[in-house]
């Protein structure tokens, strides 16, 4: 078996929001979480950040899907949610829409299956014994960028010139629109403080024969494909298995420094935090 984990975060001045861990115990288990970064404001109604919850977090996943085999991975991610919320104290409002919270790519093997969760914009890859690559992912967010309301708001913002009011006040419309579908109906879900958000994920299960290898990535990862299109997953896939991910992250970064200002690539961040786990099988 082969094992290869990366997590860098955006700069060396910022902590990285973003988390990764693998374990061999009954087959394995990789956790890959993308905590998101809070408003500019720093208003979460939380007095914890979000590396402390992504810890948290990440750590009850390990440990719950690696002892818990008779559980499924939403229900794993249901309890270390409610473990996590339990850790928060009187301090912190967790029914704030900003509350500390993460995307989450999870895989769990043994020598019958391999099973898959995501939830929102991470994404987990799996290759086949054919030769064919499955990408998981939840298409919730990206489809909602896609409303006509949502997309006059991003195109006020691109045509404003940035530093003025009109452009403050375009992003902070556009900020709050996307904010008020957060873990809402008929909106978008992440992983924050309600166990019943787990039920949201994206879920599957396939037999270990069929599956040669898989990543687990962020989306600071998957900006490969999404954002600067190298190429398709199947590629993404193919050139980490022969040169691994921080060849991956070289060529993203190399991608954010030619396009530092995101005029041919758009893109919300210049930079971003980028963790993932691959395993050949």
């Not at 987990?124 to 949502?150: A, E, H, N, Y």
């Not at 900020?175 to 109906?185: C, I, K, Q, S, Y």
């Amino acid at each position: 078996m082969r094992i290869d984990i990366v997590a860098r975060p955006a700069s060396e001045e910022a902590p990285n929001e973003d988390y990764a861990a693998v374990v061999l115990a009954d087959g394995g288990v990789a956790v890959v979480l993308d905590g998101v970064t809070p408003p500019s404001d720093g208003d979460t109604g939380c007095v914890h950040d979000v590396p402390w919850f992504t810890a948290r977090l990440g750590g009850a996943l390990v440990e719950l899907a690696g002892s818990r085999r008779e559980w499924g991975l939403a229900a794993c991610l249901s309890e270390a949610i409610a473990r996590t919320a339990a850790a928060h104290g009187p301090g912190c409002d967790l029914s704030h829409k900003r509350t500390p919270q993460a995307t989450a790519a999870l895989l769990r093997w043994d020598e019958e299956r391999v099973e898959h969760l995501v939830l929102s914009d991470a994404a987990i890859l799996l290759g086949g014994k054919d030769g064919t690559v499955t990408p998981v992912l939840d298409t919730r967010l990206t489809d909602l960028r896609l409303r006509p309301d949502l997309r006059a708001l991003r195109e006020r913002v691109k045509a404003l010139a940035s530093g003025t009011a009109e452009f403050e006040a375009a992003v902070n419309a556009y900020v709050g629109a996307v904010t008020a579908l957060r873990n809402a109906e008929g909106g978008f879900f992440t992983v924050a403080a309600d166990p019943d958000v787990a039920g949201r994920a994206v879920t599957g299960v396939t037999p270990r024969a069929d599956v040669t290898d898989a990543a687990a990535l962020t989306d600071g990862a998957t900006r490969w494909t999404e954002v600067f299109g190298w190429g398709g997953f199947p590629a993404l896939l193919s050139l980490v298995r022969e040169e691994g991910l921080n060849t991956l992250l070289a060529q993203v970064r190399a991608s954010e420094h030619a396009d530092p200002e995101g005029e041919e690539f758009p893109r919300g961040k210049r930079h971003d935090d980028v963790a993932g786990v691959y395993v050949e099988l």
